[in-house]
């Protein structure tokens, strides 16, 4: 039996953009610590406003930063370790990690931190989420789940009090958590849902909020609930009212969930689109008659929708979440809506952690990969929500050009040491102008704020060629396979690539468009790269000369291979891929640079 009810304040409110009317109400937890009361304050003051941008840990949150500069304000981590078994030492050291990330982004970062639970089967040490398919381990009878004295319910009792056992950890440190268990929960493809009757799964919630609530005592979770794209066990040509009634079915029950939500991704079956042309609001106006009153989050997407048509028309979702970066998640789309005025990012947000946060750096310009004079100036834009901001450094970090969004924020802290500090400015200004004088060649150039307090916040790191032309740049391409991504390589954007395939030997040729003294190349990989590959250049297209060779390239980035030979004059410039280094992938080149000289 639940422990009190919450009670419902009598305050309406009428957002605009949401088309409908929302229910100002007191936390499901009535013990809620105070700063899950304040996220859900704001939450509540943004709604029907604008919509706040996220990113899940699958995508990452470095990857968007390195991107655009920018941090999402949601952030979601797993409290599922995935690795097997369960419990084992793999699987509680990715928990460690998990809940150590969201234990900074709220105290470090400031930022809202989410949790979705993928559950892997209880009482099966290899068991997953997913009842079918590759990583399917089978149905669960959920009936007898939510039965005291059953082995299913004592299994899955098990779990709930080992995953308790972590967030305790987080309620201990005072933060709050969007707790979002059984995501996509009338689905179908994960355990938790009983298709035949939906009033077990809906049971099942009232017993994890009983469990870690009433017994464990975990004040620190505001409940949100997670709607499927469509429900399983329901045909494709119900009626819309049809499905809104089995859709009920399932959820627990207004004193149970703080607000609702939904997971879309593009599905021309079901009829959703790409969220470059679409904002989903079928899916918004369902979750309206499933739980009225309750705010609506795109819980899980592949991209935040259009922001323009989010901004003119709606709907007002309280979040959007992206699952990954790339794929329909594209760099420049990430760019675009990270940097649009609907769209909310960390730095945008109020200070709602009671004490000292990092603050904010962005390299606004030059752009990551650009060309510049040995003299040049960078835009760098500075946030401090606490507003004791003290200074701005800049540094050059060691090394060649690396892929930094597979860097972590503490990877780059310790390269610091080993920085050369170029530049650094007093300030409490929020846009400053910092300049730098380097000698030709390729840097990796990154700001850190400092504030009062020691805090520090880096930038996104920009990828600068000083005072040298690079020969490639936005000439012609061809490829051996997928032809249609090769000019990638030379766009200047350092995260839109040529992915060539796995089969056999892959080439990309650059066309210099004219006879040129080539004498140095520099190849940036992602994780999926070249093991093995020549340097070939030609003055016809047709008879080959290789100039440099790596034959067996190790690493888990792929980063940058620099290569400088005695110049020579060439038109063409060849990459020949013989062996991938990965067994997973192909080859993944985001940038080909060309110069005549390279200085060391």
Request: charged share 25%; glycine share 10%; aromatic share 12%.
């Amino acid at each position: 039996m639940r422990v009190g009810k919450c009670v419902s304040v009598v305050l309406v409110a009428f957002l605009a953009g949401t088309g409908g009317i929302v229910s100002a109400v007191e936390p499901v937890d009535p013990e809620l610590i105070p700063e899950g009361r304040r996220v859900l304050e704001y939450l509540h003051e943004i709604y029907g406003q604008k919509t706040l941008a996220g990113i899940a840990s699958y995508g990452g949150r470095r990857p968007v930063q390195e991107i655009c500069g920018r941090l999402p304000a949601v952030y979601g981590e797993d409290a599922f370790g995935w690795n097997k078994p369960k419990w084992g030492k793999s699987y509680t050291g990715v928990m460690d990690r998990n809940f150590k990330d969201i234990h900074d982004w709220w105290h470090i970062h400031g930022g809202i931190p989410q949790m979705q639970f993928h559950w892997g089967k209880p009482g099966d040490p290899n068991g997953s989420a997913w009842v079918s398919g590759d990583k399917g381990t089978g149905p669960v009878d959920v009936k007898a789940t939510i039965t005291p004295g059953t082995p299913e319910h004592e299994a899955a009792m098990e779990d709930l009090r080992r995953t308790a056992d972590y967030l305790e950890r987080l309620h201990e440190a005072q933060v709050p958590i969007l707790w979002r268990p059984f995501h996509e929960i009338e689905g179908g493809w994960f355990w938790w849902t009983d298709k035949e009757t939906p009033e077990n799964t809906a049971a099942l919630w009232r017993m994890m909020y009983d469990y870690l609530v009433n017994e464990r005592g975990l004040h620190n979770l505001i409940w949100v609930y997670s709607s499927a794209l469509r429900p399983g066990g329901l045909p494709k040509d119900a009626s819309l009212e049809d499905e809104i009634a089995f859709r009920k079915r399932y959820y627990p029950g207004d004193e149970y969930v703080d607000f609702v939500g939904i997971d879309i991704y593009p599905n021309d079956y079901y009829g959703w689109g790409n969220p470059t042309e679409d904002t989903y609001r079928k899916a918004f106006e369902i979750m309206q008659k499933v739980a009225p009153g309750k705010m609506i989050a795109l819980c899980e997407c592949a991209a935040i929708p259009n922001p323009d048509m989010l901004a003119e028309k709606g709907p007002g979702w309280l979040y959007a979440l992206p699952w990954f970066v790339g794929g329909q998640n594209p760099p420049e789309w990430i760019a675009e809506t990270f940097s649009h005025a609907q769209i909310v990012t960390l730095d945008e947000m109020p200070q709602l952690v009671p004490h000292n946060i990092a603050p904010t750096a962005r390299i606004a310009s030059p752009a990551d990969g650009a060309q510049v004079p040995t003299e040049f100036s960078l835009a760098v834009n500075l946030k401090d929500r606490d507003g004791n901001l003290l200074s701005a450094s800049l540094y050059v970090l060691p090394g060649t050009w690396k892929d930094w969004a597979m860097r972590s924020e503490q990877d780059i802290l310790d390269l610091v040491p080993q920085a050369r500090l170029i530049a650094e400015r007093a300030t409490s200004r929020e846009w400053i102008g910092m300049s730098a004088q380097l000698e030709p060649g390729l840097y990796d150039v990154m700001v850190m704020a400092r504030d009062s307090a020691g805090m520090v916040g880096q930038s996104n790191v920009v990828r600068v060629i000083v005072g040298l032309e690079d020969l490639a740049r936005g000439k012609p391409v061809e490829a051996s396979s997928h032809p249609e991504t090769a000019a990638a390589a030379v766009d200047g954007n350092m995260y839109t690539p040529w992915s060539g395939a796995k089969e056999g030997e892959q080439w990309i040729t650059v066309d210099l468009e004219q006879p040129q003294r080539v004498g140095a190349v520099a190849a940036t990989w992602w994780k999926a790269y070249a093991k093995a590959y020549r340097v070939e250049l030609s003055t016809d297209g047709k008879t080959w000369t290789s100039v440099a060779e790596i034959t067996d390239k190790r690493g888990y980035e792929g980063d940058t291979d620099i290569f400088r030979f005695e110049p020579q004059t060439a038109r063409y410039v060849r990459l020949s891929c013989r062996e991938p280094g990965t067994s997973w992938g192909g080859y993944t080149l985001y940038n080909l640079s060309v110069f005549e000289k390279l200085p060391e």
